[in-house]
């Protein structure tokens, strides 16, 4: 059997891949914890690794027609010829995976290189990464625009 990328309803992946495990069929619906900055604090959430999109297992002559009429599923990506998902890419997900929760390596920046902030109060401007702050997840930035220091998220940065 192969997997395969299934196309679904909006918010509707955990219902569906349990109606997916109910009918004997292997799903992989992967989630991600993430901080989400929100009335001013940032707040640790858990959402789908790939919204809408759930992988499974299945035989496409046996199972193609109840995956297509299951609730909540809108088609197998690739239609009436339905893409085969490679099963290396399906392995390097398990393997960061933990209690259905990937956990991605982190980004690692080099003292003096530019980033951008993602999130917060200082979305959008531009800074040089001076170190990060130990324990906290923090970094200390240099913003361009103010020549001030501050303390920030890492999970707000991204290389410029």
Not at 6 to 28: F, H, M, W
Not at 52 to 80: N, P, W
Not at 84 to 102: F, S, Y
Request: charged share 30%; aromatic share 12%; proline share 6%.
């Amino acid at each position: 059997m192969d997997w395969y990328a299934i196309y679904i309803k909006p918010n509707c992946e955990d219902s569906t891949a349990q109606q997916l495990r109910n009918a004997g069929i292997e799903v992989l619906n992967a989630k991600i914890r993430t901080k989400k900055y929100f009335r001013g604090k940032y707040k640790q959430v858990i959402e789908p690794l790939f919204p809408s999109y759930l992988f499974a297992r299945f035989d496409c002559e046996r199972h193609g027609h109840m995956i297509r009429y299951t609730r909540g599923v809108k088609y197998v990506v690739g239609r009436q010829n339905p893409l085969v998902v490679p099963k290396a890419l399906i392995e390097t997900i398990k393997q960061r995976m933990q209690d259905d929760i990937v956990t991605p390596a982190p980004e690692k920046f080099e003292n003096g290189e530019r980033v951008l902030i993602r999130e917060g109060p200082f979305a959008n401007f531009f800074g040089i990464f001076e170190r990060e702050v130990p324990g906290k997840e923090r970094a200390m930035i240099l913003l361009e625009a103010l020549h001030y220091k501050l303390e920030i998220e890492n999970i707000s940065l991204r290389k410029a």
